[in-house]
């Protein structure tokens, strides 16, 4: 399995970066796939999660209403949409694959199998 991560880069408070987690390897219908973020000098934490074959979504509390989970089945994609991007989202970002995990164990990083390399997240004030 492998994931790969996209679409990081520096932009100003207030703006919007879409982040692309490209799976391959496998079928992932019984996946959650997770997004993750680490800030430097930080632990790594939960930003929001999508079940492969439901629309079932989960966030975070400090980007509900900003980020957006979604996915695209025929090219085993999903995305994070992020809006109104604040300093403090500043962070590497990683996707995640996991299987059969259930709701409340989304949020721990350790339920999931399959991690992608990260990519960069920037956001100025």
């Known amino acids: 399995v492998q994931l790969q991560a996209s679409g990081g880069g520096l932009v100003q408070a207030g703006g919007s970066l879409r982040l692309s987690c490209a799976a391959s390897?496998?079928?992932?219908?019984?996946?959650?796939i997770g997004w993750f973020r680490q800030a430097p000098g930080k632990e790594r934490e939960f930003v929001a999660a999508?079940?492969?074959?439901?629309?079932?979504?989960r966030y975070e509390d400090s980007v509900k209403g900003r980020f957006t989970i979604s996915r695209d089945n025929a090219k085993n994609t999903v995305y994070l949409q992020m809006n109104s991007l604040k300093p403090e989202d500043t962070a590497v970002y990683y996707c995640?694959?996991?299987?059969?995990?259930?709701?409340?164990?989304?949020?721990?990083?350790?339920?999931?199998?399959?991690w992608g390399q990260g990519t960069q997240v920037t956001v100025s004030s």
């Open positions: 995640a694959a996991g299987s059969r995990i259930i709701t409340s164990a989304q949020a721990m990083g350790a339920q999931y199998d399959y």
């Open positions: 390897g496998r079928t992932f219908r019984d996946y959650t």
């Open positions: 999508i079940r492969w074959n439901s629309q079932h979504t």
